[in-house]
């Protein structure tokens, strides 16, 4: 009976041990998070970083704006097709896009399925 009573207290004993463990690590886990949520500093407006920044043009970043810059460069319109063969985008994303941006009113449809810049 000593023996089993002597073990359960040594069992107690880890798990009190491994809970703390796992409490420290909650808690650095919380605290990376915080700093990883922070928002970014403002950079400061002035000279470029260096020579190659100020060479790199930004590409698009979304597929909204990859297709509102293509409708943009096109003075009589552009079809669905065609965009899709610029922007090997699916169909379902075309018009996703398309929807959004005429709704926002950055485009219009000249004639059905042909669109320009508004």
């Given at each position: 009976m000593k023996k089993l009573k002597r073990d359960l207290q040594s069992v107690i004993n880890s798990l009190k041990a491994l809970t703390e463990r796992t409490e420290k690590i909650?808690?650095?886990?919380?605290?990376?998070?915080?700093?990883?949520?922070?928002?970014?500093?403002p950079v400061?407006?002035?000279?470029?970083?260096?020579?190659?920044?100020?060479r790199k043009k930004k590409?698009?970043?979304?597929?909204t704006?990859?297709?509102?810059?293509?409708?943009?460069?096109?003075?009589?319109?552009?079809?669905?097709?065609?965009?899709k063969s610029k922007t090997d985008l699916d169909t379902?994303?075309?018009r996703n896009v398309i929807f959004r941006l005429k709704k926002q009113g950055k485009i219009q449809s000249t004639t059905r399925g042909v669109y320009m810049a508004a």
């Open positions: 909650a808690k650095r886990l919380d605290a990376a998070e915080k700093v990883k949520s922070a928002p970014n500093r400061k407006a002035g000279k470029p970083a260096g020579k190659s920044a100020a590409a698009p970043a979304t597929a704006d990859t297709v509102l810059s293509i409708i943009k460069r096109q003075k009589k319109g552009i079809d669905t097709a065609a965009l379902k994303t075309i």
